[in-house]
């Protein structure tokens, strides 16, 4: 894949992460206008369930973007790197990992079919080899209905992507989405005091500028392939 692919990749990333970032600083804005404690206090919750929003709807932007850049550089399953392989087969290992029902008649009958089902699957393997990559683009890319830090990484791992420069903002990513459960589950807590709720909004885009970068440099540098 060439520079300028890269190039064009990270201009949207970029685009998309600067809407985001405005659409938060608008709301956070019109909450210091607010006279009433109550009023301020209904924006925050507002505040802190978009900042979530915008958090796991960038995230699956970017990955969305890397994925979609290695389906259109037409690698075969051997020239990629293992880990996309895996994500390519995912419904086979799904297949292949579900146990079957004994045969309380026939205890013996099971075993044989799992030697079956062995051979069955490496030959699949084997075939499959030169087949490209094709990536299913919303599996590899899911929140899973929440983002935590466990499948971020996980979606990271499926893409072969390095989640080193991710762990340094767990502790953000966690209280962010404990207070956005507790909220959408109607809760009264404690909310964070202006002070705070900047430094986590700076962690939270932190978070999603190292994503632009991760997948700019991976695409520039064809880490995708073996």
């Known amino acids: 894949m060439s520079e300028s692919d890269a190039v ?3 201009a949207t990333l970029e685009g998309e992460i600067t809407w ?3 659409e938060v600083r608008r709301l956070r804005n019109l909450q210091t206008l607010s006279i009433s404690a109550e009023s301020r ?6 505040l802190l369930v978009m900042l979530y929003a915008h958090l796991e709807g960038y995230a699956k932007f970017a990955l969305e973007q ?15 790197r293992k880990q996309l392989g895996a994500a390519c087969l995912a419904e086979k290992f799904k297949t292949y990992r ?11 009958g099971t075993r044989a079919r799992q030697i079956m089902k062995d051979a069955e699957f ?7 080899q030169g087949s490209p990559i094709s990536l299913n683009v ?22 072969a992507l390095d989640d080193s420069g991710i762990h340094r903002f767990t502790n953000a990513l966690e209280g962010l989405l ?6 959408a589950h109607g809760e009264r807590l404690n909310l964070p005091s202006d002070q705070a709720f900047e430094k986590l909004e700076g962690r939270i885009f932190g978070l999603c500028d190292s994503l632009t970068l991760l997948v700019y440099h991976s695409v520039r540098d064809e880490i995708y392939k073996r």
Not at 154 to 159: D, F, G, K, W
Request: aromatic share 2%; proline share 5%.
């Open 8 to 10: 064009a990749i990270r």
């Open 20 to 22: 985001r970032r405005d």
């Open 41 to 46: 206090e209904s924006l925050r919750r507002a």
């Open 66 to 80: 890397y994925a979609e850049a290695i389906n259109r550089a037409g690698l075969t399953l051997r020239e990629g």
């Open 98 to 108: 579900s146990p079957e029902s004994s045969d309380p008649l026939d205890p013996a």
């Open 122 to 128: 490496l030959e699949d393997l084997l075939d499959l």
């Open 138 to 159: 919303d599996h590899v890319t899911s929140a899973d209905s929440n983002l935590s830090p466990t499948v971020l990484r996980r979606n990271l791992a499926m893409l």
């Open 178 to 183: 404990k207070l956005r459960n507790n909220i």
